[in-house]
T-cell receptor
Framework: GENVGLHLPTLSVQEGDNSIINCAYS??????FIWYKQESGKGPQFIID?????DKRQGQRVTVLLNKTVKHLSLQIAATQPGDSAVYFC???????????FGQGTTLQVKP | DAGVTQSPTHLIKTRGQQVTLRCSPK?????VSWYQQALGQGPQFIFQ???????QRGNFPDRFSGHQFPNYSSELNVNALWLGDSALYLC?????????????FGSGTQLSVL
């Protein structure tokens, strides 16, 4: 079955540095992934997504990389800011069911 | 344009009681999904409602039930509450056919079972 997981529960970075959050998945047939950001007291918020026909996708200060060979994806945040402090989840749809499978999340702490 | 709204924001119940949580989807959305998020975990899919019917269900017991109204709002009901039901319950809305990336989440209802 599907399974997505994150490598580190907590990541601490200095303000202004780049952050890299990792996620591994088990189903080689997975073809679509989404990154969500969850701030304290709020629900998850869509950041960026990527389909398996791409290796890289860029947004505003964020980049997602997909390595299908090792079934790994990463979220890179450039010039990390205090407002980036949150829990980050990778997620993938379960077939065409409308159900999302979430990883356990990585807490990003930004030090001033 | 209001986003997804959930009520109440916090709730305290005792074991064995029943609870009803409410969700109003984002304007223009017709599909509502419910997720349970335990402390320190990612959200777990409970079920999804579309056209007032349960369309998909996750691995949750029958104590968890729901309803969708003609105005697309939804309720989540949990009977015979256990201590383990303590969690953040998230509602997400979308427009059918728009894809999973178009899920919008509410801020959730924090349920504590004592």
């Amino acid at each position: 079955g599907e399974n997505v997981g994150l490598h580190l529960p907590t990541l601490s970075v200095q303000e202004g540095d780049n952050s890299i959050i990792n996620c591994a998945y088990s189903n080689s047939a997975s073809d679509y992934f989404i990154w969500y950001k969850q701030e304290s007291g709020k629900g998850p918020q869509f950041i960026i997504d990527i389909r398996s026909n791409m290796d890289k996708r860029q947004g505003q200060r964020v980049t997602v990389l997909l390595n299908k060979t090792v079934k790994h994806l990463s979220l890179q945040i450039a010039a990390t800011q205090p407002g980036d402090s949150a829990v980050y989840f990778c997620a993938e749809p379960s077939g065409n069911t409308g159900k999302l499978i979430f990883g356990q999340g990585t807490t990003l702490q930004v030090k001033p | 344009d209001a986003g997804v709204t959930q009520s109440p924001t916090h709730l305290i119940k005792t074991r064995g009681q029943q609870v009803t949580l409410r969700c109003s989807p984002k304007s223009g959305h017709d599909t509502v999904s419910w997720y349970q998020q335990a402390l320190g975990q990612g959200p777990q899919f409970i079920f999804q409602y579309y056209e007032e019917e349960e369309r998909q269900r996750g691995n949750f017991p029958d104590r968890f039930s729901g309803h969708q109204f003609p105005n697309y709002s939804s309720e989540l009901n949990v009977n015979a509450l256990w201590l383990g039901d303590s969690a953040l319950y998230l509602c997400a809305s979308s427009l059918a056919g728009q894809g999973e990336e178009k899920l919008f989440f509410g801020s959730g209802t924090q349920l504590s079972v004592l």
